[in-house]
């Protein structure tokens, strides 16, 4: 398969990861120790190791940080044990484990509501800083006015409160205020962008008015899979896409030979703390 170059245009949004607590009856004595699903594979697994670590359940190894594994929890006074799956399936072991820490975007997807949750990863932590959302475009197309166009709508003061009002804290906006949304000129101003349904597409969707109050038309393509956009990127068929985060973006470049450059973050998807059949961590805490 053949790739063209890409360009990172802009770190959109961060979703948080969620844990999400559902106290079973095996567990609930908190005797026998408590199960908690975790997402496996290793950026998400270190996010909540570190967010289980942030409420007091564990304590890992001193600057195991973004690179943590349950292999570095050096004190575990509440005998957790770690359950490692795939991370769009911890939302549906909430019945089967005593916690889940959960992705935010599998958390609104699994309808979940952020504004129950019990504790969140924020906007500056760790995590955050390093797992933006960007919107991505072949390299020799970041400077072209339809980009600039799209970055500046996203950027707008009212997708800002957009996603303030919807995600509740799930997702975090990272970015200021850009200026007005340039005015279209010439025949071609349709922007094509990829994106995943939630809540990307539906971002793109909030700033779909100030494109076409300025002439441009925007059409979302949704993708269920975290592969095809970066391929119809490669071959043409998007102006852009917006799912996925610079880390993502860096190993696909590492792994076909593409080179991803980003004008802007947008937001963050954090994880939060969902109650289940436990209203609060003084439960498990005794």
Known sequence: MKFTKLAR??????????????????????????QVAVPSDATNEARALLLLQDQGLITLSEGAGLTATKND??????????VETEAASVPRMLQDVDLA??????????????????????ASSEAAQEYP?????????QDSPKIQALV????????QSFIEETYSGTVVPLFEVASEVP???????????????TPHAEILNAAKPLLEAAGWTLEVVEYSDYVQPNVALAEGDLDANYFQHQPYLDNYNAENGTTLVGVAQIHFESMALYGGKVTDL???KG
């Open 152 to 159: 500046a709508a996203v950027e707008s003061a009212d997708v």
């Open 133 to 141: 959302n960007v919107i991505a475009t072949r390299e020799d197309n």
């Open 101 to 122: 820490v959960i992705n935010g975007n599998y958390a609104l997807g699994a309808g979940l509501d952020p504004s129950t949750a019990l504790a969140s990863e924020g």
């Open 183 to 197: 005015q279209a000129t010439g025949d071609d101003t349709t922007i094509t962008v990829g994106a995943s349904p």
């Open 9 to 34: 245009i802009a770190a959109t949004a961060v979703a948080t990861c969620g844990l999400a607590v559902a106290l079973t009856a095996c567990g609930g004595s908190g005797s026998s120790g408590y």
């Open 73 to 82: 929890i050096t004190d575990n006074p509440y005998n957790i044990e770690i």
């Open 282 to 284: 003084a439960t498990i």
